[in-house]
């Protein structure tokens, strides 16, 4: 089984400063990465996903991510939040496996302040 | 182009009651989900369709929930009775297909359920 861990359930960071959203997981098996952002009172909506190759994945909004099999890692980048990333990211775990599903994190609320 | 239709958008209902939610994917998706979100937690797949077939329900309370898609189109999701702990919102998603390089889900805004 797979299972994803976000360790910052609130992040608040100030207008154009970096942000670093942290997330690990745990699974037997190779697995596919994403990172999802939900807006207040929308859906969410797919940020950048890690199939294969590259370890670095760009995303939408400025967004990327790196994967690091060794750590178990997927934390999500941004060099200059703007107040319109105020949002909640999921970062989520698929296995290979072609029966398997989506696994979503907890979540973490990042709050830009100007 | 259309996204993923959900209604109503909240709902409240006292414990016991029966609610049904309805879910419109995007046009052409023959895949489609419904995950359950409680407040401060991911969502989690409840039952996932292929066209009209389930393909994965192992996480739905079969007891009280249940879901169709009679047409391979739109969807239901009923709870019959319902409890407190199942207030939530509840997202519809669809994708292409099933296989990792068609599967990027497209999310409805939810209804957002509260059972008093």
């Known amino acids: 089984a797979q299972s994803v861990t976000q360790l910052d359930s609130q992040v608040p960071v100030f207008e154009e400063a970096p942000v670093e959203l942290r997330c690990n997981y745990s699974s037997s098996v190779s697995v596919y990465l994403f990172w999802y952002v939900q807006y207040p009172n929308q859906g969410l909506q797919l940020l950048l996903k890690?199939?294969?190759?590259?370890?670095l994945v760009k995303g939408i909004n400025g967004f990327e991510a790196e994967f690091n099999k060794s750590q178990t890692s997927f934390h999500l980048r941004k060099p200059s939040v703007h107040i319109s990333d105020t949002a909640e990211y999921f970062c989520a775990v698929r296995a290979y496996s072609s029966a398997s599903k989506i696994i979503f994190g907890s979540g973490t609320r990042l709050s830009i302040r100007p | 182009e259309a996204g993923v239709a959900q209604s109503p958008r909240y709902k409240i209902i006292e414990k016991r009651q029966s609610v049904a939610f309805w879910c419109n994917p995007i046009?052409?998706?023959?895949?489609l989900y419904w995950y359950q979100q409680i407040l401060g937690q991911g969502p989690k797949l409840l039952i996932q369709?292929?066209?009209?077939?389930?393909?994965?329900d192992s996480q739905l309370p079969k007891d009280r929930f249940s879901a169709e898609r009679l047409k391979g189109v739109d969807s239901t999701l009923k709870i019959q009775p319902a409890k407190l702990e199942d207030s939530a919102v509840y997202l519809c998603a669809s994708s292409l297909g099933s296989g990792i390089r068609q599967e990027t889900q497209y999310f409805g805004p939810g209804t957002r359920l509260l059972v008093l």
């Open positions: 369709f292929q066209n009209n077939g389930v393909v994965d």
């Open positions: 046009s052409g998706h023959a895949t």
């Open positions: 890690y199939l294969s190759g590259s370890t």
